[in-house]
Structures are given as structure tokens and as C-alpha cells.
């Protein structure tokens, strides 16, 4: 069966260190998402991709980039950690045929920065 | 600020009881989705409306779009322990948009 999974599940980094959260989906959907949840602000969108060397800014882009080098795989990288980010980050696919826009989500990875 | 914001932030209610959560914009959506949230996971898809004023229900659960897409709500009648979770709306600004823009969530606790 086709999935989303996110690595890894928990981290605990400390301030100022490079991270990267690792999100692969076997859907085969061209349209990748990272998001973080905080209580009381629901998801809100980081970067997305709409097919492979596509990446665009969300809403909370500021401290994060990511890359798209091929369909599966979608590396979200903090450059430099700040308590500020930590959250549990969701990624999600959806296809470019889904007139309904219906997302799938991975089980998120729950972040700590110290 | 959320382009969505959902009411109540949190609901715990009993068994049996009814429910509803609204999902409230300035703006206007194509199409309005809500999605169910159990901990340790990430959401599921409950539904999808995309006409002013549909209607759609799901067993015990109602969902409805407002007629001028602004808006939506989600009754629950005679809520079961099953229905606890956070709830989302989420919508897309335009057709065949990717991006969702997702609201502030309501977690509800259905009491035994």
C-alpha cells in the first residue's frame, strides 16, 4: 500500500545545530508539504514543491529550506535550530488530479530544540 | 493571523450530546475541507464541500458550507468517545489549488 512516512518519529537537538527532517511518500504525487503544528495556530505551511526542482516559501518559511530532488522525497532542513522551532512537523502529498486538493498526511516528527 | 479561525478552541462534552464547531473567514474559499487529528498522527480527511450552501453528512457527523463560502460548520449528533480528536478545516483559495490553508483546530473530548 502506498504511504507518507517521516524520520525520525522524535529528536532533541540543541540551539544552533543544522537538522534535517526526512519525509517519503510512495503515492507518487508530484505535490509535497511541510508544516508545523503549535497549539492554538492549527498547520501552517513551511515550503512546498509541485514536482521535482520545485520549491516554494509558505507562510513560516524563515529558518527553514528544503530540496526536491526526486518524486518521493521531500528533506526539510532547519540551517540553524532556535527554540522558536520547536513543534512537531507534518509533511503531506497530494496529486496534481485531485480537483479536491485532499492532502495525506505522514505521522509527523515531534522536535525539540534546547 | 489565521486566515481560518475555528470555534470553540476546545470542547469536552458527554457522551450523547451534541455538538458543533464552526470554521469562520473574511475570505472567500473554492472549496472547504475537514480533517480529524488523533494524537501521535496526522489528520485524515473527513470531507470535502465545494458548492455555497452544500450540505454533506457522514453517519452521526453534518457538514455544511456557507452560502457564501466564507464559512463551514461540523455538527455531531450523540457524540461517542470514538469522535474525541482535534478537528480541522482547511480550504483552498481557488480551483485546482495545492495549497490548503488550514484553521486553528478544536479538540474535542467526548466523556464516557
Known amino acids: 500500500d502506498a504511504e507518507i512516512t517521516q524520520s525520525p518519529r522524535h529528536k532533541i537537538t540543541e540551539t544552533g545545530r543544522q537538522v534535517t527532517l526526512a519525509c517519503h511518500q510512495t503515492?507518487?504525487?508530484?505535490?509535497m508539504f511541510w508544516y508545523r503544528q503549535d497549539l492554538g495556530h492549527g498547520l501552517r505551511l513551511i515550503h512546498y514543491?509541485?514536482?521535482?526542482?520545485?520549491?516554494n516559501k509558505g507562510e513560516v518559511s524563515d529558518g527553514y529550506s528544503v530540496s526536491r530532488s526526486n518524486t518521493e522525497d521531500l528533506p526539510l532542513t532547519l540551517e540553524s535550530a532556535a527554540s522558536s522551532q520547536t513543534s512537531v512537523y507534518f509533511c503531506?502529498?497530494?496529486?496534481?488530479?485531485?480537483?479536491?486538493?485532499?492532502?495525506?498526511f505522514g505521522p509527523g516528527t515531534r522536535l525539540t530544540v534546547l | 493571523t489565521q486566515l481560518l479561525e475555528q470555534s470553540p478552541q476546545f470542547l469536552s462534552i458527554q457522551e450523547g450530546e451534541n455538538l458543533t464547531v464552526y470554521c469562520n473567514s473574511s475570505s472567500v474559499f473554492s472549496s472547504l475541507q475537514w480533517y480529524r487529528q488523533e494524537p501521535g498522527e496526522g489528520p485524515v480527511l473527513l470531507v470535502t464541500v465545494v458548492t455555497g450552501g452544500e450540505v454533506k453528512k457522514l453517519k452521526r457527523l453534518t457538514f455544511q458550507f456557507g452560502d457564501a463560502r466564507k464559512d463551514s460548520s461540523l455538527h455531531i449528533t450523540a457524540a461517542q468517545p470514538g469522535d474525541t480528536g482535534l478537528y480541522l478545516c482547511?480550504?483552498?483559495?481557488?480551483?485546482?489549488?495545492?495549497?490548503?490553508?488550514f484553521g486553528t483546530g478544536t479538540r474535542l473530548t467526548v466523556i464516557p
Open positions: 503515492w507518487n504525487h508530484n505535490n
Open positions: 482547511a480550504g483552498a483559495r481557488r480551483t485546482g489549488a495545492n495549497n490548503l490553508f
Open positions: 514543491s509541485y514536482g521535482v526542482h520545485d520549491t
Open positions: 503531506a502529498s497530494s496529486a496534481d488530479t485531485s480537483s479536491y486538493n485532499e492532502q495525506f
